[in-house]
């Protein structure tokens, strides 16, 4: 875990999550979010998986030489690929199943409701909502979170800036009352540190267990 702090003093009213990989730690679901989507471009371009995966590596690799090194999504890698957002958000809800793969968590849900208690919860992720729902369903915490923004909320997807500012406006606060928790800074906290909110890099849900002890002390420091 690590804490980016801004120089501002204001008590925290909102936490937003990311959720693949944040509020669930399965490399194997995370790993089918990846390659059921490439498998079914190669398909559509004629090319093996293989070869599929390793042109969008290149693609990455080339995008990040030019971009500071930060880090693509999936989803724009894709339209350079041809393929829309809308397409994506209609091939990630076809085959992304957290019921097969998931369960549910009930320390999560404990953190969660201990948080609930001092903050309004969030989740933007990159894949639709729906699948958010599903995902966060299967967990047991769909009812914790206030606000769930996905791909398909704005057509956009992180690390546009846009669809955390919307965010907050939704949770009605501002960024210096809100924390950013994710698993990869260039696409969860990077972007909400230019906002002005302060980010909580996580390595999985083990991670997200020990917010509320560490949140709620700093809550008080003087």
Excluded at 97 to 121: I, T
Aim: net charge negative.
């Amino acid at each position: 875990m690590k804490i980016f702090r801004q120089p501002s003093s204001q008590v925290k009213k909102a936490i937003i999550f990311d959720m693949d990989s944040t509020l669930y730690t399965h490399d194997e679901y995370a790993q089918s979010q990846i390659e059921l989507p490439v498998k079914r471009l190669a398909e559509l371009q004629g090319k093996t998986f293989e070869q599929m995966n390793s042109e969008i590596s290149q693609y990455r690799k080339k995008w990040a030489e030019t971009h500071d090194g930060k880090t693509i999504s999936l989803g724009n890698v894709f339209i350079s690929f041809g393929i829309s957002i809308k397409e994506s958000i209609k091939w990630r809800e076809e085959l992304c199943q957290p019921e097969k793969y998931l369960a549910v968590d009930k320390q999560l849900r404990s953190v969660l409701e201990r948080l609930s208690s001092c903050f309004s919860l969030a989740v933007v992720t990159n894949n639709p909502v729906s699948v958010a729902v599903k995902t966060l369903s299967v967990l047991g915490v769909y009812d914790l979170l206030q606000n769930i923004a996905g791909l398909d909320t704005y057509g956009i997807s992180k690390p546009n800036k846009m669809i955390f500012d919307t965010v907050l406006k939704s949770c009605r606060v501002s960024p210096e009352q809100c924390i950013s928790v994710g698993d990869r800074y260039d696409i969860d906290i990077g972007p909400a540190l230019e906002l002005g909110m302060d980010g909580i890099l996580v390595d999985g849900v083990e991670d997200v267990y020990k917010l509320p002890d560490l949140l709620t002390v700093n809550q008080h420091e003087p």
